[in-house]
Structures are given as C-alpha cells and as structure tokens.
C-alpha cells in the first residue's frame, strides 16, 4: 500500500533509502523505499554509470548462512541501551543513536543497518546484506537470483522457512520460539530482519488491516 511523496529524511535513510536522496522527495510502497528515477544514479553506461552497477557486493553464501545462526541463536537483552555492546559483538558501527532508533554502518555503507524500539525495548534488527544499486530489469534479474541463493543458504543452516511470502518483493522467514529470522528481496538491494515474535505480530496486524483499507 503506497502513500504520499514525502521528504527522504535520516530515518528513511535508515530503511534502505541512498544517502544521497536525503532532501528528495521520495515514496514508501510496502517493503521498500521507492526513489523517483529523476534522482536514481545514471544506469545509461558509459563513464557515468553508477560504480555499484559495475561491482555489486554482497555477503557470500557461507557468511549469510554464519550471520543468520548467529542472530537465531542471539542471546541479548534486547534494550535499546545495550546496542552498543550488540554492535560490537558484530562488528558493526554505530552512526546515530536515538531514543527508538540506532543507525548502523554493517559493513555495506552509511545506514546500511539499524534496530528499531519502543519505550527502550528493541523489537527489529535490520540488515543489509547486500549493496544497494540502481533498479534496473537487469538488476532486479541480479536481486532475485542472489535472494534466492541467499535464502536457500539460509535454510541449509537452520533448517526449512516456516513461511514464504511470494511476490514482486519476496520475503522468506524462519521463526523460532522468541524471534523470527525474515530474508526481504527489496527494490535495489536485499535485508535480513531478526524480529521479536511481539513485534512482528503487530507489524503484520498493521499490513493486514492496511490491506483491507481499514488505515
């Protein structure tokens, strides 16, 4: 469900959104942040193609699978004080930090990652594991087989998804007693999510209730 055009701020940056769309008037569709081609980097060729184009960097299939068994078997206390010490543990940077929210650099640029709370408690930690690049036919052709071969490195690890969500922007989960693993296929790059089973129930009751047009 899209909404209105709105001004690309440091949180959308957070989400997924370029570094260098942040003043630009953008869009949020469901599961990704839709940029206007007007302001997405030249994918025409020639000397002025995007560096990203040429050179796509992704984690490979044995460090997605490491990743994703290092978040399922997290043990952490999931507040919003303590992601310091999380980030660490990762090897990740942290960028901002805000009451609800810390901004993260996981190794695939600025706002690369972030954990999302309420009232001091996280209930998301959200990961690029990709790059991002320009959306092109041929790099949503690149997106899709890399989302494939990552989700299935992902099951080889901790074994078979216990919910596939098809579609233009695929999404594939692992669930656990606690915490749910989600793989997303977005726009111009790929995430995986851990998230508190509390905090995906009422993400999924606000898609649900969208969808019928009930918000």
Excluded: C
């Excluded at 025409?44 to 995007?50: A, F, H, R, T």
């Excluded at 068994?69 to 960028?95: I, K, N, P, Y």
């Excluded at 998804?161 to 111009?188: C, F, K, Q």
């Amino acid at each position: 469900m899209a909404i209105k055009d709105k001004t690309i701020n440091d949180l959308d940056v957070a989400l997924g959104a370029p570094e260098h769309a942040k003043g630009l008037v953008g869009r949020f569709e469901q599961g990704t942040l839709r940029i206007p081609d007007l302001f997405l980097p030249n994918t025409s060729g020639g000397e002025e193609q995007d560096s990203n184009m040429k050179e796509w960097k992704t984690l490979s299939e044995n460090e997605i699978a490491d990743l994703a068994t290092r978040l399922r078997d997290l043990d952490w206390s999931w507040q919003m004080t303590d992601v310091d010490a999380l980030a660490a543990r990762f090897g990740w940077r942290v960028e901002a930090t805000r009451p609800h929210s810390v901004r993260l650099d996981t190794g695939f640029g600025r706002a690369s990652g972030s954990v999302q709370g309420y009232r001091g408690r996280a209930n998301e930690i959200d990961l690029a594991v990709t790059g991002f690049t320009s959306e092109t036919t041929a790099t949503r052709a690149d997106i899709r087989d890399a989302f494939v071969v990552m989700a299935t490195a992902i099951t080889g690890a901790v074994g078979a998804p216990t919910n596939s969500i098809p579609g233009e922007y695929a999404e594939v989960r692992w669930a656990g007693p606690d915490t749910t693993l989600r793989l997303i296929e977005m726009t111009s790059s790929i995430h995986l999510y851990l998230d508190t089973n509390a905090g995906l129930a009422v993400h999924d009751e606000t898609v649900r209730l969208e969808a019928e047009g009930v918000i």
